[in-house]
């Protein structure tokens, strides 16, 4: 009997040994065919590198949609208990480069539209479509002669409108040459001291073109599942700084999953000839109001949502 319980034991153990190393031998392999893993995949990061150093074009878009709707009835504890809701937005940013021996042509757009619906089923004379909201559309076309690996001469055309409700109007077109400065990879920045910014409107009282200096800071990238670009445009009058705007735009994008993931956008403007306007034909308009009495505050906006990584 004691032979049989010592022989059992024996085997017991030698199992649990058996199996440890086997574990443990798993495991090394594991580790070792990760190492491989991580060495190809270093491999291929270098490929990519020099891929996207090589010159020619190079494009790429991304965007955000960001979309909820909701519908309620007798919900009596908020002001409106019977009542449908809706908010759609959507953010396109995208871009074409063209990088040569000698010169360089970039093009590059933003898109950012927004609708947003309330209907007070109570309310028969209440309007129940949807209304724009948020409506952004900027598109760049910048051409450089390079004078070195990072400087370069270069001419700049730049328009800025909303289209949803009051398209081109105002719509802005600015157009200048001067030099660019390209410091590293994917960031450019454009110094323009003589350029013409183009204002259409319909009010002719308030909007006024004029000369002045362009400034534009552009960086687009895109790190493994991250898109980001940040983009600052700057028209500095030279006839007055009432006529001086500057508008700065971020944008992000992680791709969680084929291409698919979480987008975020938000926006920054300050132009005193648009808070003139809205002082003068907004919703309470003050007649009084003046280049030199308004309360001119940064415009801003901001959007999350669902992204596409084209």
Do not use: C
């Not at 153990?13 to 060495?39: N, V």
């Not at 020099?50 to 009596?76: E, L, R, V």
């Amino acid at each position: 009997m004691k032979k049989l319980v010592l022989s059992a034991a024996v085997a017991v153990f030698a199992f649990s040994t058996a199996q440890a190393q086997t574990l443990d031998e798993l495991k090394a392999e594991k580790s070792t065919k990760k190492d491989s893993i991580a060495a190809i995949q270093g491999r291929v990061n270098a490929l990519q590198g020099k891929i996207d150093a090589f010159p020619g074009w190079k494009k790429g878009a991304f965007g955000t949609i960001g979309a909820n709707i909701s519908g309620f009835n007798n919900w009596y504890s908020q002001g409106k208990p019977n009542n449908s809701a809706g908010n759609i937005g959507v953010t396109v940013n995208a871009f074409a480069n063209l990088d040569r021996d000698k010169y360089f042509w970039r093009n590059s757009g933003n898109v950012n539209l927004q609708w947003v619906k309330l209907d007070d089923k109570d309310n028969p004379a209440d309007d129940d479509s949807f209304n724009g909201t948020t409506d952004v559309f900027n598109i760049t076309s910048l051409y450089g002669y390079k004078l070195s690996k990072k400087f370069a001469i270069s001419a700049l055309g730049e328009y800025r409108t909303s289209i949803i409700n009051n398209f081109n109007d105002p719509g802005y077109l600015d157009i200048g040459v001067g030099a660019t400065w390209t410091p590293i990879t994917d960031m450019v920045v454009v110094i323009h001291p003589l350029n013409y910014n183009f204002v259409f409107t319909s009010e002719d009282n308030i909007y006024e073109s004029s000369t002045g200096a362009k400034i534009v800071v552009d960086y687009t990238k895109k790190l493994g599942k991250v898109n980001f670009k940040t983009n600052f445009s700057t028209f500095q009058s030279y006839k007055s700084s009432d006529y001086s705007n500057w508008t700065w735009i971020n944008s992000f994008g992680y791709t969680l999953w084929k291409g698919i993931g979480l987008g975020f956008e938000f926006g920054l403007r300050n132009n005193k000839q648009e808070a003139l306007d809205y002082a003068l034909n907004g919703p309470t308009p003050s007649a009084a109001a003046t280049f030199d009495n308004i309360d001119v505050k940064t415009q801003s906006y901001w959007m999350f949502g669902l992204n596409y990584a084209f």
